[in-house]
């Protein structure tokens, strides 16, 4: 069984900083791709960023410059370093991570932590 916690959500003014933590635990042999998704209220889930296992890095053109996605493979945590945030960045961001062997993976998903940009 795997669990992903993530931490770190919370109310930030405009212009203000947040980093989000995702930790996985469990039985875990490989991760593979670790991303973080984001819904906002009546939208459906994007993909806002993504780091392989060799920590190639991929984003959404809204947050390239502002957002910045890692990974710690030694305590199978990934990351993701908002600055400069925006009123349109308020969701509940949710990690997704593929964890599997060398010939098979499953994609778990985190509970998701509200984040908000208000003044």
């Known amino acids: 069984q795997v669990q992903l916690v993530e931490s770190g959500g919370g109310l930030v003014q405009p212009g203000g900083s947040l980093r989000l933590s995702c930790a996985a635990s469990g039985s875990i042999e490989i991760i593979y791709n670790m991303r973080w998704y984001r819904q906002a209220p009546g939208k459906q889930r994007d993909l806002v960023a993504a780091v392989s296992s060799r920590g190639t890095t991929t984003y959404v053109d809204s947050v390239k410059g502002r957002f910045t996605i890692s990974r710690d493979n030694a305590k199978n945590t990934v990351f993701l370093q908002m600055n400069s945030l925006k009123p349109e960045d308020t969701a509940v961001y949710y990690c997704?991570?593929?964890?599997?062997?060398?010939?098979?993976?499953?994609?778990?998903w985190g509970q998701g932590t509200q984040v908000t940009v208000s003044s």
């Open positions: 997704n991570v593929d964890i599997g062997s060398s010939t098979y993976y499953s994609s778990y």
